[in-house]
């Protein structure tokens, strides 16, 4: 079994800025594209940002300049960096990852179990 655990959430005031991070573990042979999501109360869940394994990155345009996303693939690990934090950027925030267990079985998309991130002042 393959588990993504988020850390790194909590409450930031305005401008403020947190980093998040998300350890894949288990039977891992290789992870492909790393990405964030988050999802405020009341609304549908939303892209963040993606990173491939080789590092090209995209983000969503609400985030763009402010947030970055990077990655160990050592450790099996991705983050976010969160700058100028918004009001409206609280949410749940959640991993998400392609990873293949082996080198023949398909690619399983994976899920975290989310971490909250509150900006208020």
């Known amino acids: 079994q393959v588990q993504l655990v988020e850390s790194g959430g909590g409450l930031v005031q305005p401008g403020g800025s947190l980093r998040l991070s998300c350890a894949a573990s288990?039977?891992?042979?290789?992870?492909?594209?790393m990405g964030w999501y988050r999802q405020a109360p009341g609304k549908q869940r939303e892209w963040v940002a993606t990173i491939t394994r080789g590092g090209g990155t995209n983000y969503a345009d609400s985030v763009k300049g402010r947030f970055t996303i990077s990655r160990d693939n050592a450790k099996n690990t991705v983050y976010l960096k969160m700058n100028t934090l918004k009001p409206e950027d609280t949410a749940v925030y959640y991993c998400?990852?392609?990873?293949?267990?082996?080198?023949?079985?398909?690619?399983?998309?994976?899920w975290g179990q989310g971490t909250q991130v509150t900006v208020s002042s």
């Open positions: 288990g039977s891992i042979f290789s992870i492909d594209d």
């Open positions: 998400n990852a392609n990873i293949r267990r082996t080198l023949v079985t398909p690619v399983d998309n994976s």
